[in-house]
Nanobody
Framework: VQLQASGGGLVQTGGSLRLSCAASGRTFGIGVMGWFRRAPGKEREFVSA????????SYADSVKGRLTISKDNAKNTVYLQMNSLKPEDTAVYYC????????????????WGQGTLVTVSS
């Protein structure tokens, strides 16, 4: 599975961005698509994920109410709508896929995109 993330950029505090992640290749059997992020000087952390064949979603507490994950199965694409952005959201955002149904644990994810940088200025 190949993952292509896009949509990152520079935005002011309170602004919005929408990230996209398109999956290609052997997409049959995808269980979960998710987003993680790595802020400068910090470890990568879970942001949000959804079940590909169902309606289950999960969010990190730090982004609940501000970020929304969605999907387009026909396009094999997952989106992350990011509203009310804060400087602490500044990070490289990675999309990832696993064929299991674990949403939040990084080690379950088998395939990773290249990352897209989100910078929120204060």
């Amino acid at each position: 599975v190949q993952l292509q993330a896009s949509g990152g950029g520079l935005v002011q505090t309170g602004g919005s961005l929408r990230l996209s992640c398109a999956a290609s290749g052997r997409t049959f059997g995808i269980g979960v698509m998710g987003w993680f992020r790595r802020a400068p000087g910090k470890e990568r952390e879970f942001v949000s994920a959804l079940t590909w064949g169902g309606s289950g979603t999960s969010y990190a507490d730090s982004v609940k109410g501000r970020l929304t994950i969605s999907k387009d199965n026909a396009k094999n694409t997952v989106y992350l709508q990011m509203n009310s952005l804060k400087p602490e959201d500044t990070a490289v955002y990675y999309c990832a896929v696993n064929r299991d149904y674990e949403l939040r644990i990084e080690s379950y994810y088998d395939y990773w995109g290249q990352g897209t940088l989100v910078t929120v200025s204060s």
